[in-house]
């Protein structure tokens, strides 16, 4: 067997052993769409009347709040899932699959990536159940926008995949995530375009601007966003890239048993 069929024998088993977790777990599959649900039922009918949205690219027209914010809730689902991603990777590295696959001839920046596309193919799968679930509720985007949004929701989830990675990659006990990932996402979510458009926020504060401005979160939503109604936001693709680079980056180091962060701490036990 060539080398190439390794790999792609192990990509397929990784991804597919994660999609198959996700079908079987439907409590896992509900919990993901209640969340952005609620919100979009919820919060955005509150707002409805109060914050109409001014005409702003990518829309050509005034849009209710429900409009503006269903891409926002997309993003949603993904950086979640990417944080239960990472957190069933510290379990998974102490007594699950990852602890054998790490110490297998493969590459581990190999493995590391492959449970990343997996983890992204999951987020998707979540992110179309909600958007049909918005289609019924009547906030409906171009019908090719299902198709344009699909790379920016690839490439979206890698990012927010990948930045959990990392996080995992400097956490050894299992209880000790959960705590991190709320000092990750509620930020992360809030300091965002995924709920006020940027010039809301500069009405606020240039401070609470800039921390929008700079978050890959906005970058990631805004990419989603454009690709939902037939446009490319380049600026926003070229920082969601990077960002991904730079989170990737940074958890294949920490995986890494010699140089990274749990070397460093198994030298310290």
């Known amino acids: ?62 849009i209710p709040y429900e409009v503006y914010i269903v891409p926002g809730l997309a993003g949603m689902v993904q950086l979640f899932n990417g944080m239960q991603s990472s957190l069933s990777m510290v379990y998974d590295r102490e007594m699950g699959s990852m602890r054998m696959l790490l110490v297998s001839p493969l590459p581990r920046w190999f493995l590391l990536t492959a449970k990343l596309l997996a983890g992204t193919a999951v987020s998707i799968l979540q992110v179309y159940a909600f958007l049909a679930v918005a289609w019924v509720y009547g906030v409906q985007a171009p019908p090719l926008g299902y198709v344009t949004v699909l790379p920016a929701l690839v490439v979206s989830g890698l990012m927010l ?67 939902l109604y037939l446009d490319v936001n380049l600026p926003a693709l070229g920082w969601t890239v990077l960002a991904l680079a730079v989170f990737l980056g940074g958890a294949v180091y920490g995986y890494n048993p010699a140089r990274g962060f749990l070397a460093r701490k198994a030298g310290g036990e």
Do not use: D
């Open 161 to 227: 995949g990948a930045l959990g990675m990392l996080l995992s990659s400097a956490i050894r006990q299992l209880e000790n995530f959960a705590g991190v990932m709320n000092f990750v996402i509620f930020p992360t979510f809030f300091l965002s375009t995924a709920l006020y458009p940027l010039w809301k926020m500069q009405e606020a504060g240039e401070l609470l601007y800039f921390l929008c401005t700079v978050n890959p979160f906005s970058q990631a939503v805004e990419l989603i966003r454009f690709a």
């Open 1 to 62: 067997m060539t080398a190439f069929a390794h790999y792609a024998r192990a990509l397929g088993g990784i991804v597919g052993r994660e999609v198959l977790r996700f079908v079987h777990q439907r409590e896992r599959f509900l919990s993901a769409l209640v969340r952005p649900l609620l919100w979009l039922f919820v919060f955005a009918a509150g707002f409805r009347a109060a914050l109409g949205i001014a005409i702003t690219p990518p829309y050509e027209t005034y």
